[in-house]
């Protein structure tokens, strides 16, 4: 691979990687505070995009104001879903929690595909055109058969940019949300000892639902921002998408929030390298990450940034 | 009307009855001291006052109103707070954050979520609060001594200081009733001389009151006004000090019947 190659396949993993950093803080969030794999998390993500999808076309609204507020409803969705499916089981066995993460990623799935018709939908002329544009850095234009050709020059869509901007002032927020603010010092009491917490008066669901409801923001964001790089919208968009999420999480350490973010940014970095290197194995691109995961746990079952669990014996 | 009234209080655990009908009366801004054999349902009490665990039967009253079936939190906003037999800190936070964690509740827990949300972001009227709220968690760490060790992260103090840590981080919940769960285990002598001192001294300076749990004996009997005695889950001896000390039942629980025959 020539450096020019390098310098654009790099610029696409990393926009790539963010994506999956914003969705794979979700997962971590949920863990670190209830030890549950919150598998409906892809879910929401796919739920944000067919809110801002419908804000634009039945609500006629603008992009930016249809964005935002799929945003916000995709916060609400998570909130609302811990409160009636995770909630009543708070003090239930893990593996019921787990169970009904499954059911409600179910449940999402199926009323997206009853409410929304399991037929993919465009979502190519909901945001600006001019995203999806080529910046083009360097080169020389040359004239050949009166039509300007590019000749040299590093290339990639202006969506991976934003992407990568976007996501850096959403990870900069969170991190301020996180260390800077009361709710913020809840969560990590929650995430470090929830009964001590709640007998120190914090109400410590409502700092659950408020993870749920951070998590699923960035979901959203995440989601938007995919769909307009990959504009297929359909009920099951969020299985690929979470999945690989799920694994930078686990990759990064699950439990961490620097860890997700590295995790999904090595996930999006080596897959998009991958895929430059070896074009005909470009089939196996989604394998690629979960073949990661194997590796990485073998050696280091924690994850890249993650703390052993010591058990006490 | 006495602060704090467990009502014939009994808790089981399936064929395990941990407490049997205790009744217990701490009075505004006295000392009582729980003791007991180990297993003899003192943190189970513990437990059911600050809303672990619900009692099988009986009513818990604190300032005459009800709080036997609160949530943990609500019942710690009422005016209880509690420390742990084994200490509970947020390792991860620092010994300030620890203690403003307990601050928490004390602005804008009301409300609707939502607002909640964007209070804590805007930090609308939040700052002055947040200035107050980081003020009152530094004096009650110079009250206990841990001003110099504020922004040290929790574990890394050593374990006397961290009971100190969890007596501040329960006083800045606004608690009136402190129950401390064996607040001097794994000091030393001179740290035990300290923590009596300092236990009388937050009584006296914060109005409070303080129900605890001890098996150093020389701390009860020296600090303790009142004392009540449990034995596999039943009151058997309860009054001052002195005449705990002497009640046959006591030292029958603590050294067994041979001991009480062979002393007389």
């Known amino acids: ?45 796919m739920m944000a995009v067919y809110f801002a999808l419908f804000f634009v076309t039945l609500a006629q609204l603008p992009w930016y104001l249809a964005a935002i507020l799929a945003i916000a409803c995709a916060a609400l969705l998570g909130f609302t879903v811990d409160r009636i499916a995770y909630k009543p089981i708070r003090n239930a066995p893990r593996i019921s929690a787990l169970i009904t993460a499954i059911g409600v990623s179910f449940f999402l799935e199926s009323l997206a595909v009853v409410v929304f018709s399991g037929i993919p939908r465009s979502f190519r002329t909901i945001f600006p055109q001019s995203l999806n544009e080529m910046i083009i850095i360097g080169g020389e234009m040359e004239v050949k058969y009166g039509r300007e050709v590019i000749v040299g020059g590093i290339r990639f869509p202006v969506i991976s ?84 999420a799920f694994v930078a999480a686990v990759f990064g350490g699950i439990g961490s929030v620097p860890g997700a973010v590295l995790g999904g940014l090595i996930l999006g970095i080596t897959e998009v390298m991958m895929v430059g290197i070896m074009p005909a194995a470009a089939g196996y691109r989604d394998a690629f990450a979960f073949f990661i995961l194997i590796i990485v746990l073998s050696i280091k079952p924690s994850g890249l940034l993650g703390r052993p669990e010591i058990v006490k014996v | ?48 006052v600050t809303g672990h665990y619900k009692p099988t039967a009986g009513r818990i009253l604190f300032r005459d109103n009800e709080i036997t079936a609160l949530q943990p939190d609500k019942i710690t906003r009422t005016g209880i707070a509690r420390t742990f037999q084994n200490i509970r800190l947020f390792k991860d936070l620092t010994v300030l954050e620890n203690v403003m964690v307990s601050q928490h509740h004390t602005i804008a827990s009301n409300g609707k979520a939502v607002t909640w949300f964007f209070k804590s972001v805007s930090r609308l009227g939040y700052s002055e609060k947040e200035r107050e709220m980081r003020n009152k968690a530094l004096e009650l760490l110079s009250v206990l001594g841990l001003e110099m060790l504020a922004n040290e992260k929790s574990s890394a103090l050593s374990y006397g200081s961290q009971r100190l840590l969890e007596i501040a981080r329960a006083m800045a919940t606004g608690a009136t009733l402190l129950l401390l769960d064996e607040p001097a285990a794994g000091m030393n002598a001179s740290e035990t001389a300290g923590l009596v001192d300092t236990i ?24 303790c006004e009142r004392i009540m005695v449990l034995d596999h889950g039943r009151t058997i001896s309860e009054g001052v000090p002195a005449f705990v000390q002497k009640d046959v039942r006591v030292i029958e629980a603590y050294l067994g019947r041979e001991w009480v025959t062979v002393g007389k």
């Open chain 1, 1 to 45: 691979m020539d450096p020019k190659t390098l310098l654009q396949n790099f610029v696409n993993g990393l926009s790539l990687g963010s994506l999956y950093a914003l969705i794979a803080i979700g997962y971590t969030m949920v863990y670190g505070i209830l030890r549950l794999i919150n598998f409906a998390h892809g879910d929401i993500f």
């Open chain 1, 161 to 244: 940019l934003i992407t990568l901007i976007v996501a850096a002032i959403a990870l900069v927020f969170l991190w301020w949300f996180i260390f800077r603010t009361k709710v913020g010092m809840a969560m990590r009491a929650v995430s470090l000892d929830i009964q001590t917490t709640s007998l120190m008066g914090v109400n410590v669901d409502r700092v659950i639902g408020m993870t749920f409801a951070l998590g699923s923001a960035l979901a959203g964001i995440g989601g938007i921002l995919w769909a307009i790089r990959y504009p297929q919208v359909w009920p099951y968009m969020g299985f690929i998408p979470g999945m690989k």
């Open chain 2, 1 to 48: 009307m006495s602060l704090l009234t467990l009502e014939n209080v009994t808790m089981k655990f399936g064929g395990l009855t941990a407490v049997e009908d205790v009744t217990l009366r701490v009075e505004e801004s006295e000392i009582f001291g729980l003791i007991g054999p180990n297993g003899a349902g003192k943190t189970t009490v513990f437990n059911m």
């Open chain 2, 200 to 223: 009388r001294r937050i009584r006296d300076d914060f109005g409070l009151t303080v129900l605890l749990i001890e098996h150093d004996m020389k701390l009860v009997m020296g600090l």
